[in-house]
């Protein structure tokens, strides 16, 4: 292909861009030689690099010839994602470096062999680890393997086997090694302390184990043994996983000091199970060995087995030398641990007084009277009310581990009892399971924080602005299909408060939908429960037919017949959690904003009645740099004057960038625990921002987005007005996921009907 013809052709693909000439020519020259479908190849790949970094795209074409004695066409896409990640993660050099020293390994990757790095296989393991643990887990890489409870912390690189899929198994065991330690509560357990220790928050283990004369040695049989409980556990478990480790990995493991005392449990860790009695005997009975090998062992047996071991061994080891672990079993940092108990501890402590908060502001105002004395008025005020506040688990309820379930919480302010919403007393019940207590300061600072609000909102003040801007910005990746990959840390997402306007907006639309709104708050009525029948039951509410003529049939075979001979009806509460999110862009002008907010406004009214959690937010923005999200209503927020007052400001805005805050609304509700999670998005058009966000790659980008929210178990739904919706919705949302509204006045009408629909 000529010189000028290829010109021609990058100037057309990088336009509106207009670089120098003299470097356009020098990066195409070495083309003039190659063929049309070498040339149209790495034309082919501009659009992708050029948008991301100018020098990278002429790093790529002056590398590109040579590049491809070594690698094929095929192979040069996936060469430049990893390219890309390179310039996203640690900047213009690494993918330089990458770009012209990384193509042997990159090739032995490709071939199914060599090291994989940590960025190749997070995105693969991340929802593996959080769909076993059921909690959001974090994993980083790090120089060392340890758990803080909170995060899992793994190599960078692994390139201990030959075969990259070996290597990757063994991240995977030690991913799923770590968060055994979580599951089976190494770190929690609550050894009994000496007079002479000082106990811990969280962690009296820490004190227990730094109180032996050899603390490193009384950590190492610990961690030893509980290593041990974890590997039977994870057999138990996880059989398959264990099965290919046992083969591929654990014969290539080697034990570096096989003539330390505690090398016959260690290498129990990795022995076969009908070898491990034999492995244990040299230190363990084999009444202390059977619960371990049997899976019934507990962390107080291993405390009770490193006091009496310490005891055996401490003698021999003054001058002791740490033991080496398998690099599976990972480090025992119980600092780390400790700091990330903290911190969670301090995390659900906010949500509960927000909660807290939330539920006395909810109350009425006579019993908010008696909880709040006149004579600390002033205390409340200033947030320092010193309240007489109590959260006890009713443990003589106790009986069983049932009972133990349903105990109620007691809360009692001022001597005022107070019942607790099942939302707040599930939070509750999960805060003790996690800690053992509640403190009392968060409860306090709950009571303190409702008795400010509560004196705030007697004189509000208007607000100057639509909107308050919360200093929260949070950076999200961007998915570009055209090198399947993310660009990394790409969006800046700004969120913000819709501040509430006083206007009439509510009023007139709860005075023209009357009729409309008492019927959906009848039909909603109907809802908060459901009923269904079921069959084969011990006893109910009548005769299950199929179940007597099978049972009647077993009796003349002489097979004793069953006695499930009923039907049951069985009512399930509702525990459901959405959050609706509006398109604000400027395309919602006149009678699409209007109905989107009456529609919200009919909603929230009907859903005061259900008794579903859900949450109301918008977004816009321009460009990357700037996209923006609305609050408008929590999902533990009241739906009281000030959230009706944030609807009633709803506004256009500018663009419509849907993947930042489709990845914010996942991160919401993540934090939520419901059966069912639904993500409701209302737009009138599809994505599109003032840069290059538009076409192909918005809707791309979106579509990954809504597909991230399915691997969180939330369920995306998309109301839409656009006439042209039916060219790429499916595409984007997959098949009855969205629906069309062609008439943007039957929003109101439609929208309960279609929330019933998703929700039953």
């Known amino acids: 292909m000529k010189l000028a013809k290829l010109t021609e052709r990058f100037y057309a693909l990088v336009a509106p861009d207009i670089p120098n000439e003299w470097d356009v020519e020098e990066v195409l020259e070495p083309f003039i030689d190659e063929s049309d479908h070498i040339c149209e190849a790495a034309l082919s790949h501009i659009p992708m690099i050029w948008p991301v970094s100018n020098s990278l795209c002429f790093d790529f074409l002056r590398l590109l010839p040579e590049t491809l004695k070594q690698l094929s066409l095929e192979q040069i896409p996936r060469w430049i994602s990893i390219t890309l990640d390179h310039y996203e993660t640690n900047g213009l050099r690494s993918a330089q470096r990458f770009m012209t020293d990384d193509i042997p390994n990159y090739l032995a990757q490709l071939g199914g062999s060599g090291g994989l790095s940590f960025d190749s296989i997070e995105k693969k393991l991340l929802p593996y680890i959080r769909g076993i643990a059921r909690k959001d887990l974090q994993i980083c890489y790090s120089r060392q393997i340890y758990t803080d409870t909170t995060s899992i912390y793994l190599p960078e690189k692994l390139s201990f086997f030959s075969e990259s899929s070996d290597n990757f198994l063994y991240y995977k065991l030690i991913l799923t090694f770590q968060w055994g330690f979580i599951h089976c509560g190494i770190f929690t357990v609550e050894p009994q302390l000496s007079e002479n220790q000082v106990p811990s928050e969280f962690l009296q283990l820490r004190h227990y184990l730094n109180g032996f004369d050899n603390p490193a040695l009384a950590r190492d049989i ?108 990972g480090h025992f940092r119980l600092n780390a641990v400790a700091a990330a108990r903290t911190a969670a501890k301090q995390k659900l402590g906010e949500q509960l007084i927000d909660l807290m908060t939330s539920h006395l502001l909810s109350l009425s105002r006579e019993k908010l009277l008696e909880i709040y004395k006149k004579d600390e008025k002033k205390n409340m005020a200033e947030g320092t009310a010193e309240s007489d506040v109590t959260m006890i688990m009713d443990s003589e309820l106790v009986r069983t581990a049932d009972q133990e379930k349903a105990a109620p919480l007691l809360v009692t302010i001022n001597n005022q009892e107070i019942t607790l919403p099942q939302e707040l007393a599930d939070f509750s019940k999960k805060f003790f399971d996690e800690f053992g207590q ?40 961007e998915w570009d299909y055209r090198r399947q990959g993310f660009r990394k840390n790409w969006c800046s997402l700004h969120c913000k408060e819709l501040s509430p306007v006083h206007s009439s907006f509510i009023k007139n639309t709860l005075e023209k939908y009357h009729g409309l709104s008492l019927r959906l708050r009848h039909q909603f009525e109907m809802l908060r429960s459901q009923e269904r029948f079921v069959r084969r039951q011990r006893e109910g509410d009548d005769i299950d037919f199929d179940s007597l003529v099978e049972s009647l049939s077993d009796s003349h075979a002489g097979i004793p017949p069953s006695d499930r001979l009923f039907i049951r009806l069985k009512r399930d509460s509702r525990d459901i959690a959405v959050l609706f999110l509006v398109d604000m862009s400027n395309s919602t002008a006149g009678w699409v904003n209007n109905a989107l907010k009456e529609s919200l406004v009919l909603m929230a009214e009907a859903m005061e009645v259900l008794g579903d959690r859900y949450g109301i937010y918008g977004f816009s923005g321009m460009r990357r740099s700037r996209c923006e999200f609305f609050h408008i209503k929590h999902l533990t927020e009241p739906f009281g004057a000030a959230v009706r007052q944030r609807i009633g400001s709803i506004a256009p805005g500018e663009y419509t960038r849907m993947g930042p805050a489709i990845r914010h609304s996942i991160e919401i509700l993540k934090d939520i625990d419901a059966k069912v999670r639904l993500l409701i998005t209302l737009s009138d058009g599809k994505p599109e921002d003032y840069d290059a966000y538009k076409g192909e790659y918005a809707i791309e980008d979106t579509r990954h987005a809504l597909l991230e929210a399915r691997i969180a178990d939330i369920h995306p739904f998309c109301i839409t007005i656009d006439h042209h919706a039916k060219e790429y919705m499916k595409h984007m949302h997959g098949p009855a996921n969205y629906i069309f509204i062609d008439d943007v006045r039957k929003l109101p009408l439609r929208m309960p009907e279609i929330y019933r629909t998703l929700t039953c």
Not at 229 to 250: C, D, T
Not at 309 to 325: A, C, D, G, S, V
Not at 442 to 463: D, I, N
């Open 438 to 477: 509640t403190p009392a300061r968060f409860l306090s600072a709950a009571v303190g924080k409702a008795g400010q609000k509560m004196l705030e909102t007697a004189s509000p003040e208007p607000p100057e602005e639509s909107f308050t801007v919360n200093r929260d910005v949070i950076v999200y990746d």
């Open 222 to 329: 610990y961690h030893v043994l509980e290593s041990l409980r974890v590997r039977i556990f994870l057999e138990q478990e996880f059989p398959g996983l264990l099965r290919a480790s046992a083969k591929q990995i654990f014969p290539c493991l080697k034990q570096a000091n096989s003539n330390h005392p505690l090398a016959g449990i260690q290498h129990a860790v990795i022995a076969d199970k009908k070898d491990i009695l034999t492995t244990l005997s040299h230190l363990l009975t084999e009444k202390e060995a059977e619960p371990y090998i049997y899976g019934k062992a507990t962390a107080n047996n291993s405390v009770a087995l490193t006091a009496r071991l310490h005891k055996i061994l401490e003698p021999h080891h003054t001058n002791y030398l740490p033991f080496e672990r398998f690099s599976f079993q």
